[in-house]
């Protein structure tokens, strides 16, 4: 079966350091996404992209970056780690030719210290 | 602005009693509609969907949602609540030819009394 994986599920880090959560879709999906969901605050975009070498900026794309260079992987790269980027963090992707269904991951906890 | 409200942040209902669960969203057109269930610990899965047509749509696990445009509203309901059901639900919209970039309500976590 098809399906989004993200890796690692939890991590610790510090104040300063580079942190890549990975992501990836076996859906051969074009589209792809990245969320953080915070308690008060529901789910906002951080990133997406729309096919290879393709990225956009999202709702709240400061401090992160991501790049594209196939179809199944999008990883999340936050440069300097801050304390205020400790959240959840989901994958998703879509197919073009449907009408925005997101398939999701598991998403990957992320504390920063 | 583009936005969704979901009025209610946190709702608790007997088994067996009905559901509904608000959303209200604020679009320039007529958006597609989307209701997704997260379980503890869980990704976001898709319940339900509105693009066009009949505005009484089905979704998975019982549920259903009306599309009111007057009210631009799109409420979930559940005549019968099930202990699992107790999870967060979130209502989102995207734009037609928007590829899945969704906005989404902040959620509505839903317990179950037993």
């Known amino acids: 079966d098809a399906e989004i994986t993200q890796s690692p599920r939890h991590k610790i880090t510090e104040t300063g350091r580079q942190v890549t959560l990975a992501c990836h879709q076996t859906w051969n999906h074009n589209n792809m996404f990245w969320y953080r969901q915070d308690l008060g605050h529901g789910l906002r975009l951080i990133h997406y992209?729309?096919?290879?070498?393709?990225?956009n900026k999202g709702e709240v794309s400061d401090g992160y970056s991501v790049s594209r260079s196939n179809t199944e992987d999008l990883p999340l790269t936050l440069e300097s780690a801050a304390s205020s980027q400790t959240s959840v963090y989901f994958c998703?992707?879509?197919?073009?030719?449907?009408?925005?269904?997101?398939?999701f991951g598991e998403g990957s906890r992320l504390t920063v210290l | 602005a583009q936005s969704v409200t979901q009025p209610d942040i946190h709702i608790t209902v007997s088994e067996g009693a009905s559901l509904e669960l608000r959303c209200n969203y604020s679009y320039g057109a007529t958006p597609y509609l989307f209701w997704y269930v997260q379980s503890p610990g869980q990704g976001l899965q898709l319940l339900l969907k509105?693009?066009?047509?009949?505005?009484l749509v089905q979704g998975i696990k019982g549920f259903e949602a009306e599309f009111k445009r007057s009210q631009s509203s799109f409420n979930l309901r559940k005549p019968s609540v099930h202990w699992s059901d107790a999870a967060e639900y979130f209502c989102a919209v995207a734009g037609r030819g928007s590829q899945g970039n969704l906005i989404f309500g902040k959620g509505t976590k839903l317990s179950v009394k037993p």
């Open positions: 509105y693009f066009s047509g009949d505005t």
């Open positions: 998703a992707s879509s197919d073009t030719r449907a009408t925005g269904e997101l398939f």
């Open positions: 992209s729309y096919g290879v070498q393709d990225t």
